[in-house]
């Protein structure tokens, strides 16, 4: 369920406003995260309440001019500063009954995802247009009311056609249709047949970056369906020039939730790391390209390093290394699992859907198990970058910095 404020602010416009700090009215801008149940602090009517609503999310689009241009044509270039803010009165009831906590999160994110996919898309339009120096406060509205208009369109729908989330079907075609317009920053797969919209599950997708938007902000906003990106996971983003040139790639981690299906016994939950590389295409688009999926004994790995070396004959130009960790506690072993993968670069202007893991190396390079097996201690072989480093130098390949 949601509720939905749009604000516009001080539409009057002047050069002195350039500058301006902006401050949000109400609300928390969460962009560079994903929604947790934390952020849900308010607290529900009784009406609500009986109505068997068990979360509502209640986000809020602001607009405030930046500046004024006069362009040498006569027209008014205003810069626009939008943002969506997460209501603090947003909710969830405790008790939610026989609906899983995660998918009532992952339902309550897609209202807020719908919102900030159009106060990105407003922002654009407002940003692109030209204005009349006479009748600029008219033409900003005429941008706006339709937005608004689609805006609560799109969100009744939402929850219509998904039952609120109680429609598995439908929740899971709307996820698809929110996830594409919001990597795109688009309003025209919101409509879209299941054929269309599950499109943007397949590895390789291009999707596209905001003017001037972070790394971090990217990674969230285009980040796999139903992954998180939490504060935890945030500093191992990297952005690199390794194998692009002028541009950087952005490379990122996710955590998903799965199930594990097991012969004859009930399936349980489990976490798997997700590791993409976003790699620059065009002005502003990039290919969502699958680096590896990691998961030890139902458990997302911890990323401990993201580096750069040779470690093939065929080329130069240096490949990409993955170093992992997982506590594990077994009855038979109590330690860590260290992992380390090596990945063949790519071309720097084509790319592939998914990198190509380099077997024999990775074998080369094994980390291994550090803690106690059957009562007696073990060691890992290799551990840290340094390690690693060292032994592809051993086998006879070229180590050198990392391009930054």
């Known amino acids: 369920m949601k509720y939905v404020y749009l604000c516009f602010m001080a539409l009057c416009c002047s050069a002195g406003q350039a500058g301006a700090q902006w401050i949000a009215p109400e609300g928390k801008i969460i962009n560079y995260r994903t929604l947790v149940w934390a952020d849900f602090g308010g607290k529900p009517t009784k009406a609500l309440l009986d109505e068997g609503v068990v979360a509502a999310t209640q986000p809020a689009i602001y607009a405030l001019p930046q500046g004024v241009e006069r362009l040498d044509n006569g027209k008014l270039k205003i810069g626009f500063k939008v943002k969506c803010a997460f209501q603090t009165a947003s909710w969830r009831r405790e008790d939610m009954g026989d609906m899983p906590s995660d998918y009532v999160l992952n339902h309550e994110c897609d209202h807020y995802d719908i919102a900030l996919t159009f106060a990105n898309k407003l922002q654009q339009d407002l940003t692109n247009k030209e204005y009349s120096e006479k009748g600029f406060e008219k033409e900003i509205l005429n941008i706006y009311h339709p937005l608004l208009k689609k805006y609560h369109e799109v969100q009744s729908s ?86 692009t040139g002028e541009n950087s790639a952005v490379i990122a981690f996710y955590t998903q939730p799965f199930k594990i299906e097991k012969e004859f016994e009930p399936a349980t939950e489990g976490t798997r790391l997700l590791a993409y590389a976003f790699m620059p295409m065009a002005e502003r688009e990039y290919k969502r390209v699958l680096i590896d999926t990691f998961c030890i004994e139902g458990k997302a790995p911890k990323i401990t390093g993201v580096f750069f070396a040779n470690a093939d004959s065929a080329d130069k130009i240096k490949e990409m290394v ?11 072993r109590k330690g860590t699992v260290y992992t380390n993968k090596v990945y063949d670069n790519t071309g720097m202007k084509t790319f592939p859907s998914r990198l190509r893991k380099l077997i024999a190396v990775n074998a080369l390079i094994e980390g291994g198990f550090e803690g106690t097996e059957n009562g007696k201690p073990v060691k890992a072989r290799l551990k840290t970058e340094g390690d690693i480093r060292a032994e592809l130098k051993k086998q006879g390949f070229e180590v050198a910095p990392n391009i930054p």
């Open 158 to 243: 939402y929850d219509s056609m998904a039952g609120h989330g109680v429609s598995k079907d439908n929740q899971y075609l709307w996820d698809l249709r929110i996830k594409k317009c919001l990597e795109l920053t688009t309003d025209q797969y919101y409509s879209s047949p299941l054929s269309v919209a599950q499109q943007v599950l397949n590895p390789g997708q291009v999707v596209k970056r905001l003017p001037d938007e972070p790394a971090r902000l990217f990674a969230v906003r285009c980040r796999p369906l139903k992954a998180e990106f939490t504060d935890e996971i945030a500093p191992k983003l990297t952005e690199t020039k390794e194998w």
């Open 322 to 332: 993955i170093t992992t960790s997982t506590d594990i506690k077994l009855n038979d």
